[in-house]
């Protein structure tokens, strides 16, 4: 089965999702599109990509298309995943799923409908090679009885008042920044390697540049911003937050997550820590995994596809010592999601390896419940519903 794609959205992450694409063998891309119709027409062209759409409505109609990926900015996630759906096409939208849980809900209750549709929201970090092989050793019981979980995401992108990005603005990123963007990817992760959902949290959310200067042209998300011209803009969401978790299965943790922090980058990391040893992960070395022993020594694992569980195998594919890493991730994902269409699977009848909407809908969930937890000042369970 040959799977065709169309991609909305042209950005910084709809080229990534484009260029992952092209690295699965059984698919291929069919159409592009995005509000700016030049910016796409220019991304078709230099990925060879036949037809370039003005419209969301125009793109999802194309018959010749089976699954659609959503690459836009958050606010456009409910209209569009919404006509995909309709559509009866299956469906990738980047993360957060919504701009709050009742949009999320929605799609789910449109899903119940159309049982055939596959549909996956991009946490692609758990499906880097040692984070699926981390995940099968826990639960195999390898390092005992996990105990506590706790790590970080740390960037420096909006350290500068002078820096800016649609995410900033609530109308449009949605009323979480920090937590909703990268919070989200470090819970998922948590959620997969434990095997358990966080189901009460006490949060401390802060936006130390309360005042930041928005250019008149446009810059694109993470660029370095040259405009000279600009207005003041009140910002609303976190710069940074410190968030205490509790799990389903009695496990406790903690993370941080910082877009303020200088010289970290993409600084993902997350520790498990067990009964018997701990495993200590993080995406700028995602080749590396740190195994932690009281007894014996400590050991560095790197990634060699000989020596890692045969669930984790199918998302490995270099020999050991050739680094893979982000992209790679990103292909596993997309492999992961292609595979399960073309082997006739269903969500919620079949194991997926990948974030389905249901999961995207508990991450909306859990950043709204650390939201009411800062401004409330207390511990909050997550909503069931």
């Known amino acids: 089965m040959r799977?065709?794609?169309?991609?909305?959205?042209?950005?910084?992450?709809?080229?990534?999702?484009?260029?992952?694409?092209?690295?699965?063998?059984?698919?291929?891309?069919?159409?592009?599109?995005?509000?700016?119709?030049?910016?796409?027409?220019?991304?078709?062209?230099?990925?060879?990509?036949?037809k370039c759409y003005e419209t969301v409505d125009a793109l999802v109609a194309d018959p010749e298309i089976d699954i659609v990926h959503n690459c836009t900015p958050n606010f456009m996630h409910f209209e569009i995943n919404e006509k995909i759906i309709k559509a009866g096409k299956h469906i990738l939208s980047e993360k957060p799923l919504a701009l709050n849980s009742d949009e999320s809900h929605k799609m789910l209750m449109l899903l119940e409908q159309n049982p055939e549709i596959v549909h996956a929201v991009n946490f692609?970090?758990?499906?880097?090679?040692?984070?699926?092989?981390?995940?099968?050793?826990?639960?195999?019981g390898e390092i005992g009885k996990p105990m506590?979980?706790?790590?970080?995401?740390?960037?420096?992108?909006?350290?500068?008042?002078?820096?800016?990005?649609?995410?900033?603005?609530?109308?449009v990123g949605g009323p979480s920044r920090?937590?909703?963007?990268?919070?989200?990817?470090?819970?998922?992760?948590?959620?997969v390697v434990t095997g358990s959902k966080i189901t009460?949290?006490?949060?401390?959310?802060?936006?130390?540049?309360?005042?930041?200067?928005?250019?008149?042209?446009r810059v694109e998300t993470f660029a370095v911003n040259t405009n000279t011209e600009y207005e003041e803009k009140?910002?609303?969401t976190e710069d940074f937050g410190a968030v205490l978790v509790k799990f389903e299965n009695g496990l406790?943790?903690?993370?941080?997550?910082?877009?303020?922090?200088?010289?970290?980058?993409?600084h993902l990391n997350i520790e498990i820590d067990g009964s018997k040893a701990s495993y200590y992960w993080n995406q700028e070395t995602a080749d590396h995994m740190w195994m932690g022993?009281?007894?014996?020594?400590?050991?560095?694992?790197?990634?060699?596809?000989?020596?890692?569980?045969?669930?984790?195998?199918?998302?490995?594919?270099?020999?050991?010592?050739?680094?893979?890493g982000w992209n790679d991730a990103m292909r596993n994902n997309i492999y992961a999601i292609y595979k399960f269409i073309a082997d006739g699977k269903r969500i919620g009848k079949d194991n997926a390896d990948f974030a389905s909407f249901y999961d995207g809908h508990y991450i909306m969930k859990l950043t709204e419940a650390i939201l009411q937890s800062s401004a409330e000042r207390r511990w909050v369970k997550v909503a069931k519903s």
């Open 3 to 50: 799977i065709r794609t169309g991609i909305v959205g042209m950005g910084f992450i709809g080229v990534c999702h484009l260029d992952a694409i092209k690295r699965i063998g059984f698919a291929e891309i069919s159409a592009v599109a995005d509000m700016d119709f030049e910016l796409a027409k220019r991304k078709a062209d230099e990925f060879g990509v036949s």
């Open 124 to 140: 692609n970090y758990r499906m880097n090679p040692l984070v699926q092989d981390m995940k099968n050793r826990i639960a195999a």
């Open 148 to 171: 506590l979980v706790h790590g970080s995401y740390l960037q420096d992108w909006l350290l500068y008042d002078t820096d800016y990005n649609w995410r900033l603005e609530p109308e």
């Open 178 to 191: 920090c937590i909703a963007d990268i919070g989200s990817h470090w819970m998922d992760l948590a959620q």
């Open 200 to 217: 009460e949290v006490c949060a401390d959310l802060a936006t130390t540049i309360p005042v930041r200067k928005k250019p008149k042209g």
């Open 234 to 236: 009140e910002i609303k």
């Open 252 to 266: 406790h943790g903690e993370f941080l997550v910082s877009q303020i922090s200088a010289g970290r980058k993409c």
């Open 293 to 324: 022993n009281r007894e014996g020594y400590n050991c560095e694992i790197f990634r060699n596809p000989n020596l890692m569980t045969k669930e984790s195998r199918p998302y490995t594919y270099l020999a050991a010592g050739h680094p893979e």
